[in-house]
């Protein structure tokens, strides 16, 4: 892999066609509706270029957790539907309603809020959102009825269009999900029973989308894997048909020749066993690099695998790479895509007893986004 530019210290750089292949992967293998989930300002990928990417793949709608999220793909020239599904106690939904968000509701008192955030004869569009087991928010099974006799209601009457009914599934076993299926399309069938029939049932995210195909109904809310990373312990990207979007990169910014018996970085967890070279990687737990992973997370420096050498520190990292020929300013590679050589977030995540979801959503904000167009 080359270079970084000239004077870049550390970059992530976001491949748009990536997610834009993943989209029209997902496309294909569902046959339906994709919403494409950007929150978190893309699982760390940028959530406007995210979208945008996921929108030219053929994604029909976004979807983010909370009301800033979305307001912010409106001011980043977003004009695609978005819906939000995470809201503050007492949100405001007049701005939201303003802009065209779609809104998730999960209780009585969300549902009549968004009701009266409608303005003239413009009727707040919603998705409601139901308890199937997951135990987060959602409206509970004992409050159906009268949630939806409330949403018919107010759909009757143009305050509320009632495009969605949605929940959220666990991925404990395929049995736990099949049953979260079988209890939401009761929740469907009671929504018909008082007049509701929203055109969007949308249950599956990545896990079950791949795996569930009964799960898929009219929408497959996606979100790691339009990022091109796999939601499975033992299935890779490339199992699944999958390009990561996000290669992290910093140039080395010294290196050090030293004798056997060298302490290396905050105790000394790390000795060389014998002269070699150090190599210093300006990336930190600062920059999102969990320093669970000291002494174990992979880099991929001149096409060869090293791993770190003692502790990740909040600014830099150091690589023992034994006599291999390292200079300053050659590019260290931290994750990618493998199929091109580089370790994959997976990886990483193995390293520091996580998932590859919060390796790249929590980058921070110190690494410069670098998008390629398709
Ligand atoms: C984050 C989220 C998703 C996306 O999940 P992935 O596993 O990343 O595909 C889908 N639906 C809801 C409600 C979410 O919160």
Do not use: C
């Not at 892999?1 to 992530?12: Q, V």
């Not at 009825?145 to 305050?159: P, T, W």
């Not at 999900?177 to 029973?193: I, K, N, P, T």
């Not at 190599?279 to 420096?301: E, K, M, N, T």
């Amino acid at each position: 892999m080359s270079g970084l530019p000239a004077g870049t210290m550390r970059e992530a750089t976001i491949d748009l066609g990536a997610i834009e292949a993943n989209v029209r992967h997902f496309r294909r293998l569902t046959g339906v509706e994709v919403l494409a989930v950007v929150k978190a300002d893309g699982y760390g990928h940028g959530a406007v270029r995210a979208a945008a990417a996921a929108l030219a793949g053929g994604a029909a709608r976004l979807g983010v957790a909370d009301i800033g999220e979305a307001l912010a793909l409106r001011r980043g020239g977003i004009v695609a539907p978005v819906v939000a599904w995470l809201h503050a106690p007492g949100a405001d939904f007049r701005e939201a309603a303003g802009a065209g968000i779609e809104l998730g509701i999960s209780s009585y008192d969300q549902l009549t809020r968004a009701a009266a955030a409608a303005s003239g004869d413009h009727p707040v569009t919603v998705h409601l959102k139901i308890e199937t087991g997951l135990s987060r928010n959602g409206i509970a099974p004992a409050d159906y009825r009268i949630v939806f006799a409330e949403a018919a209601r107010l759909e009757r009457i143009g305050r509320l269009r009632v495009v969605g009914i949605f929940s959220h599934l666990s991925n404990t076993t395929p049995d736990d999900d099949r049953a979260a299926l079988h209890a939401f399309m009761e929740g469907v069938g009671q929504a018909a029973s008082v007049g509701l029939r929203p055109p969007i049932r949308h249950l599956a995210a990545t896990h079950a989308a791949i795996d569930l195909p009964e799960a898929r109904l009219d929408a497959v809310r996606v979100g790691i894997g339009i990022y091109g990373l796999s939601p499975f312990a033992d299935r890779s990207s490339a199992d699944l048909g999958l390009r990561p979007a996000m290669t992290l990169r910093a140039s080395v910014a010294a290196v050090r020749r030293v004798p056997a018996g060298t302490g290396v970085s905050y105790g000394y967890t790390h000795r060389t066993d014998r002269e070699t070279t150090l190599v210093l990687v300006p990336l930190g737990y600062a920059d999102g690099v969990p320093r669970q992973a000291s002494s174990r997370g992979p880099v991929r420096i001149g096409g060869r695998d090293f791993a770190v050498a003692g502790r990740i520190a909040m600014d830099q990292f150091v690589v023992d790479v034994g006599d291999h020929p390292v200079g300053v300013g050659d590019a260290v590679v931290l994750f990618g895509d493998p199929t091109l050589g580089a370790p994959a977030a997976k990886d990483w995540a193995d390293a520091a007893g996580t998932i590859d979801y919060e390796i790249v959503t929590r980058i921070g904000p110190r690494v410069p986004r670098r998008h390629m167009q398709a």
